[in-house]
């Protein structure tokens, strides 16, 4: 079973500032079938990336997402209030495996 | 437009059973996979199995097997998730979702489970 881990558990930023978000796998993991989202409290998670790389429908520029094997990482460029929030990445296929999640709050 | 819409929040005393529906509209309810993914309160997300609405077949997590069935009804585009023998810890919100190649591209609102006695 792959177990994704995300670093750090707590990022504090401002507004404007650029936030880089990791997520490791304990083996390699498909980049066609890796995820990140975005959730907010009372609210489904949102679909940010997925394919490692690829932005969802109607999601910024500013989020970008890379990476492939077991290191894969968000990228938010510069940060506007909205994006205070927790993110997840995820493992994709037959099952669903979710990192624990990469909470981004307002420094 | 897609849309994924849940039953509303049950109450339900340990060693009860509760079964949560997910309407499907707006796409071709057949074409896709549906999991169930759960939050427990302040916690992160943890995925429970999924049902072929197609075919019908299911994979369940480990941790849920024996505990977990999931249905749908094709005729109503509706899938279900019943879990029984319930627990405090089994209270949290519980998400349907749908999920293609595109990854979990739509959730539903989620529907609480509080587990009480």
């Known amino acids: 079973e792959i177990v994704l881990t995300q670093s750090p558990g707590t990022l504090s930023l401002s507004p404007g500032e650029r936030a880089t978000l990791s997520c490791r796998a304990s083996?390699?993991?498909?980049?066609?079938?890796l995820a990140w989202y975005q959730q907010k409290p009372g609210q489904a998670p949102r679909l940010l990336i997925y394919?490692?790389?690829s932005r969802a429908t109607g999601i910024p520029d500013r989020f970008s997402g890379s990476g492939s094997g077991t290191d894969f990482t968000l990228t938010i460029s510069r940060l506007e209030p909205e994006d205070f929030a927790v993110y997840y990445c995820q493992q994709y296929g037959s099952s669903l495996t979710f990192g624990q999640g990469t909470r981004l709050e307002i420094k | 437009q897609v849309q994924l819409v849940q039953s509303g929040a049950e109450v339900k005393k340990p060693g009860a059973s509760v079964k949560v529906s997910c309407k499907a509209s707006g796409y071709t309810f057949t074409g896709y996979y549906m999991h169930w993914v759960r939050q427990a309160p302040g916690q992160g997300l943890e995925w429970m199995g999924r049902i072929n609405p197609n075919s019908g077949g299911t994979n369940y997590a480990q941790k849920f097997q024996g505990r977990v069935t999931m249905t749908r009804d094709t005729s109503i585009s509706t899938a279900y998730m019943e879990l029984s023998r319930l627990r405090s810890d089994d209270t949290a919100v519980y998400y349907c979702?749908?999920?293609?190649?595109?990854?979990?591209?739509?959730w539903g609102q989620g529907t609480l489970v509080t587990v009480s006695s």
């Open positions: 979702a749908r999920v293609t190649v595109a990854g979990t591209d739509y």
């Open positions: 394919g490692a790389s």
């Open positions: 083996q390699s993991v498909s980049s066609s079938y």
